[in-house]
Nanobody, 128 residues
Framework: QVQLVESGGGSVQSGGSLKLSCVVSGYAINGRCMAWFRQAPGKEREGVASIDFGGRTIYAESVKSRFTISRDNAKNTLYLQMNSLDPEDTARYSC??????????????????????WGQGTQVTVSS
């Protein structure tokens, strides 16, 4: 059974930082595309960042230079370091895994459709 469990969310003030973690079990992330998505109330889910087997990353324009996605294959864990947080970053953040690509680049568009395994998410709230 594949499980993705996020942690690290919380409430911070504008300009603050948080680091999210996503521990994966039942599925080896080594060689796979992994990504973070977020969904704010009343809005569609949007891609935040992805990382492929070689560490190549893709970021949404809104988070470039502020967020950093990384992975630790030995720990089967995905991370998202979020700096300079803004109230517009308030959302539920979920990690996801794409089982269709192995040792290949991630989809370049941060679409949700390639990602078949999802966590429940962790809430991030940024106050002004």
């Amino acid at each position: 059974q594949v499980q993705l469990v996020e942690s690290g969310g919380g409430s911070v003030q504008s300009g603050g930082s948080l680091k999210l973690s996503c521990v994966v079990s039942g599925y080896a992330i080594n060689g796979r595309c992994m990504a973070w998505f977020r969904q704010a109330p009343g809005k569609e889910r949007e891609g935040v960042a992805s990382i492929d087997f070689g560490g190549r990353t893709i970021y949404a324009e809104s988070v470039k230079s502020r967020f950093t996605i990384s992975r630790d294959n030995a720990k089967n864990t995905l991370y998202l370091q979020m700096n300079s947080l803004d109230p517009e970053d308030t959302a539920r953040y979920s990690c996801a895994a794409d089982p269709t690509r192995e040792y290949a680049r991630c989809s370049g568009s941060l679409d949700t459709w390639p990602y078949k395994y999802w966590g429940q998410g962790t809430q991030v709230t940024v106050s002004s």
